[in-house]
């Protein structure tokens, strides 16, 4: 379902629907009053996570029971990373290739995740030959890019693409309930004609992998019929697109979670299209990083609007931490005119230096489409479990894993 501003979703409905949620206390920030200022708009483009270990504390549920024990949790989780894998294969016609952990400094490949470089990938120095050959390497934030180019390596033909099981290190992130420094992800790419860089096979795509998705938490159900409960309802069978700017004018005043929080009251799953191009409030939905995403494009004759972008992001509501809860972010990619567009409005033309820009100014890598989907996200969600530290080792604070002890969450360690 394609979701767009009309005449019955009325300014009473709008009203309605936020008195509702703010008096419920749902918000992306409870302790934050339910008003707008450019500067609450300005803040939430900071990144990822909560933003401190008290407002954490209020947002944990508190009257959580796991549904499964460890022990169960451990089988669920490998049967169910094997149908997903097994089914995004089938779905978008891939093949599972590896992926690299580390990658050169020089190569350019690293995700930088946004554009305003506030989050930097860790690097180190292999002093190789008694540093006659040495290499500056970094640990991947993401294979976004890396995957662009095993197009190519690996000979992949339009329609054809890979999967990658995909491990990852964010240093720069908040660790809370949702968010960690170690990242897993079902990073995948498939190559596109130029005559499928369009919304309507972007969304096709995007049909498909939630096809999956749902499939995925019916099939944990199957093993696990205690995961069925009347409070933690199924995710819908089908997804509502909705484009970001008709977000921004359904609820103007609000920043961006806290329209997304919004919105996932009335559809509890999303494909929020177009972030990354500055709306009309002159904010983009979302900073995107300016070498791998096309978020410039103008799509206008697609959707009779003033709109940008062949991205978006897939969102839930997730019905045990009562929050918005990010599953995918997919788009189709730049081609040689949008990257270098791109990176001018960015201020990041130096990164025409790098091969893999070099690959895609000179028409030497494919067109593609591609996302990742967070595995532990994912399988959070599906196990109706209320942190990522009990579907995946890693390290957190002291202070959080106390405040999660008493809550009845216990995080793997």
């Known amino acids: 379902m394609s979701l767009f501003i009309s005449d019955d979703l009325s300014e009473a409905d709008h009203s309605e629907t936020l008195t509702g949620t703010f008096d419920s206390g749902i918000s992306e920030h409870p302790s934050d009053p339910p008003s707008n200022s450019q500067a609450s708009k300005k803040a939430d483009l900071a990144g990822p996570g909560i933003g401190n270990y008290e407002e954490l504390e209020n947002i944990l549920p508190r009257d959580y029971n796991p549904l499964l024990t460890p022990k169960e949790t451990q089988k669920a989780l490998f049967h169910l990373k094997r149908y997903i894998e097994d089914n995004l294969c089938k779905e978008l016609h891939l093949m599972m290739v590896e992926v690299p952990l580390i990658v050169d400094a020089e190569s350019g490949v690293n995700d930088m995740l946004d554009r305003d470089g506030s989050r930097t990938p860790i690097q180190f120095h292999i002093s190789n030959d008694r540093d006659k050959h040495p290499i500056d390497a970094q640990i991947v934030q993401a294979a976004t890019k890396w995957k662009r180019l095993a ?85 819908p069978e089908e997804l509502t697109f909705i484009h970001a700017e008709d977000l921004l004018a359904m609820y103007p005043d609000l920043p961006r979670k806290r329209r997304e929080t919004v919105i996932l009251q009335k559809y509890p799953a999303v494909f929020i299209v177009g972030i990354g191009w500055p709306l009309l409030d002159g904010y983009p939905h979302e900073m995107r990083a300016a070498d791998y995403d096309d978020w410039i494009t103008d799509t206008s004759k697609e959707t009779l609007r003033d709109t940008h972008g062949l991205n978006g992001d897939i969102l839930v509501w997730n019905h045990v931490t009562q929050r918005r809860h990010e599953l995918s972010s997919m788009g189709i990619r730049v081609n040689a005119e949008t990257l270098r567009r791109q990176l001018e409005i960015s201020n990041l033309l130096d990164n025409l230096k790098f091969p893999y820009h070099q690959g895609i100014v000179n028409d030497l890598l494919p067109l593609s489409i591609g996302g990742g989907i967070g595995q532990s996200r994912t399988l959070m969600l599906l196990l109706r479990k209320a942190h990522l530290g009990e579907v995946s080792v890693t390290v957190w604070p002291k202070i959080l894993k106390e405040m999660c002890a008493k809550k009845n969450i216990f995080v793997l360690e």
């Open 151 to 235: 197009l190519q390596q690996f000979d992949c033909r339009p329609g054809e693409g890979i999967c990658t099981d995909m491990r990852a290190v964010r240093k720069d992130y908040f660790l809370d309930h949702d968010h960690s420094a170690y990242v897993d992800q079902w990073d995948w790419e498939r190559v596109i004609t130029p005559e499928q860089r369009n919304l309507e096979f972007l969304k096709s795509i995007v049909r498909k992998i939630w096809k999956v998705l749902v499939g995925a938490e019916k099939f944990a159900q199957e093993m696990f019929p205690e995961l069925r409960q009347p409070r933690y309802p199924n995710l």
